[in-house]
């Protein structure tokens, strides 16, 4: 089967819209893949959505299967889970994730879709994009046996990154964030919580071996700094866009021997690289997605039909959602636009999906 399908577009910043695709045959090597579910990787989604991706940052930024240029039109997005319809025999009927943009059919090679592992459910692979970036941090960062982890910033990768840290032995793991309802998911994930600005020793000498952040904010920095005990580490996954953020760097971040790291997901971390490829470290996210407490994470759903107006709410702060799924039932009767060519298909290099 293939034809016309639906794909989300971002036509221009702050504007998206549902274009028809055409959906070309699949060739040997290729699946046709009819999407079941997507979610919104929203600290990424949100800033494309709004423009702000640097000039500088356009290549790098790049999504698998993206099409067009920011800052639009371009269809972007990279968790998506679905049912392979044609393709090979030992895919064919399979449920798969692909870093693929929300789209309701689609072609790529076959290689490029990952077999869900049984017992996972769609509503929940969907997360593999974004544990796959918190493996790969916790590969950069490495925790030891017993250290005192913060992890500031309770969004979709600072959750995924405090429930597997917490299962290292003898890890006492926090999750911080400004929002106290994120307590009763931290919960749900078995770590400690703490709201922000309870979380800082006022004193400049924090006690944490290691602390992630995830916050995308300048507050949320400085508060990770505060945190750390001396020769600690520090940790940014946030990604700030065109944001330019200021810190002191001051008091005891030299006497105490700090340190700040970027992490991200676009190259395997070098501690593992010369063992470990990029289709090995989401098969090992969507291994570790049998762990049912990745659940409390799903906290919004809404039709694929309404992802203009869930992307322009997401944006906006007035949907709260930790991750917001997108559901595909009778996605392909929702009418929109002239039918466009979605022949290209072609996977970038060095993508950097953040989660």
Known sequence: MSGAALAY?????GVGELRPVAVPPPGPDEVLVRTVNSAVSRGTETLVFEGRVPESQYTSMRAPFQEGDFPGPVKYGYLTVGIVEEGPAHLRDRLVFCLHPHQTRFVVPADAVVVVPDGVPPERAVLAGT?????????DAAPLVGDRVAVVGAGMVG???ARLVSRLPGVRTTLIDIDPARAEVA???GVDF???GDAGSGSGVGTHDLVVHTSATAAGLRLSLDLLAAEGQVVELSWYGDREVSLGLGGSFHSGRLTIRASQVGA??????SSRSPADRLALALDLL??????ALVTGRSAFAELPTTMARLSEGSLPAICQLITYEGAD???AGPTLDSSTHSRTDGTDHQG
């Open 9 to 13: 577009w971002l036509t221009a910043p």
């Open 194 to 196: 703490a709201l922000a």
């Open 333 to 335: 009767e929702v009418d």
């Open 290 to 295: 049998r762990d049912p407490a990745f659940d």
């Open 131 to 139: 544990v796959e970036t918190a493996v790969n941090a916790l590969w």
């Open 187 to 189: 919960a749900a994930l």
């Open 268 to 273: 395997v971390s070098l501690a593992r690289r």
């Open 159 to 161: 959750c995924c990154v």
